[in-house]
């Protein structure tokens, strides 16, 4: 098993470009979800899915969208990147009901300048 | 709405001491609680959860994390610090068990430092 699995680790971009974080897991995951790290904030849940064509908004949807054509992926689409997304992003998935442990991907690093 | 909050951004301890790092909650129902860990540069690992039952929880390596409904806490505690200890901790609570999906509050997180 691989886990869960980001890609890329770290990535550069310039305010208003676009880019696609992947996320895949091969558990047979119902639940997947994005978050993203801020120093002194925790983590805060962006999107999330409880099964594929089904997503649905966290806390700090804003500039991010997501779809889940598969169980397996869900990738985290930012259509016009803005500093404020700087940030460490993380994929998670789990079975599909609360008390769940949720298995985390390695992370990946954004700056947008 | 759920939140969580742990008290101190920063812990220090000598390596051998007793850890403690605490998280308070707030929910309407009776959470479900998880305490993770992150490494430096690597993702976040479960070190204990409480769902129902035994509301002293034990973990991986020797950590362990007791329920308090009265007081709304979660603390996690370690007999004996280790070096390898040294990490950010999360305190983070779960959907309410009704519904459908796993969505986590987490805390600010606790940094753990432990000194030789």
């Known amino acids: 098993n691989a886990g869960v699995t980001q890609t890329p680790k770290f990535q550069v971009l310039k305010t208003g470009q676009s880019m696609t974080l992947q996320c895949a897991q091969d558990m047979n995951h119902e639940y997947m979800s994005w978050y993203r790290q801020d120093p002194g904030m925790g983590l805060r849940l962006i999107h999330y899915?409880?099964?594929?064509?089904?997503?649905d908004q966290g806390e700090v949807p804003n500039g991010y969208n997501v779809s889940r054509s598969t169980t397996e992926d869900f990738p985290l689409r930012l259509l016009s990147a803005a500093p404020s997304q700087t940030s460490v992003y993380f994929c998670?998935?789990?079975?599909?009901?609360?008390?769940?442990?949720?298995?985390f991907g390695p992370g990946t690093r954004l700056t947008v300048l | 709405a759920q939140s969580v909050t742990q008290l101190g951004s920063h812990v220090s301890v000598s390596e051998g001491a007793l850890v403690l790092l605490r998280c308070n909650y707030s929910s309407s129902v009776p959470p479900y609680l998880f305490w993770y860990v992150q490494y430096p540069n690597q993702g976040l690992q479960l070190l204990l959860k409480y769902t129902t039952g035994a509301t002293l929880v034990k973990g991986i390596n020797g950590f362990e994390a007791e329920f308090k409904k009265s007081e709304t806490s979660f603390h996690l505690t370690k007999p004996s610090a280790h070096m390898s200890d040294a990490a950010e901790y999360f305190c983070?609570?779960?959907?309410?068990?009704?519904?459908?999906?796993?969505?986590?509050?987490f805390g600010a997180g606790t940094i753990l430092r432990v000194k030789s």
């Open positions: 899915s409880v099964g594929a064509g089904i997503t």
């Open positions: 983070a609570v779960s959907s309410l068990p009704m519904e459908y999906g796993n969505k986590l509050v």
């Open positions: 998670a998935s789990s079975f599909g009901r609360a008390g769940n442990e949720q298995f």
